[in-house]
């Protein structure tokens, strides 16, 4: 199974970015798709996450009414629409995957862990 982040970049602040995953390997009906991220220093946030089947969507205090994140299941792709980026949402940014039952993994995967991680995106908001 591969998870491929992609869409990071330089921005201002106010501006925007998507970002991309593309999954395959195996079918992800009965999964959860979202996406973590991670500043220098600091430990690793949930950001959003969507049902793959249903799309149900669900997300992070700190990007609530700024990002959006959807799935297309033609292509196997999440995406995260980020918008209204400020400097505090510079981070790398991780696709990741699970089993729709393991629900408290999204809240600490550290802990609980998670099926799939792609590897990052780097994200920075200049002031």
């Known amino acids: 199974v591969q998870l491929q982040a992609s869409g990071g970049g330089l921005v201002q602040a106010g501006g925007s970015l998507r970002l991309s995953c593309a999954a395959s390997?195996?079918?992800?009906?009965?999964?959860?798709m979202g996406w973590f991220r991670q500043a220098p220093g600091k430990e690793r946030e949930f950001v959003a996450r969507?049902?793959?089947?249903?799309?149900?969507?669900d997300y992070g205090d700190s990007v609530k009414g700024r990002f959006t994140i959807s799935r297309d299941t033609t292509k196997n792709t999440v995406y995260l629409q980020m918008n209204n980026l400020e400097p505090e949402d510079t981070a790398v940014y991780y696709c990741?995957?699970?089993?729709?039952?393991?629900?408290?993994?999204?809240?600490?995967?550290?802990?609980?862990?998670?099926?799939?991680w792609g590897e990052g995106t780097q994200v920075t908001v200049s002031s």
């Open positions: 990741a995957a699970n089993h729709i039952t393991a629900d408290r993994s999204w809240r600490d995967p550290e802990r609980y862990g998670m099926d799939y």
């Open positions: 390997g195996r079918a992800f009906s009965g999964y959860v």
């Open positions: 969507i049902t793959w089947s249903v799309g149900t969507t």
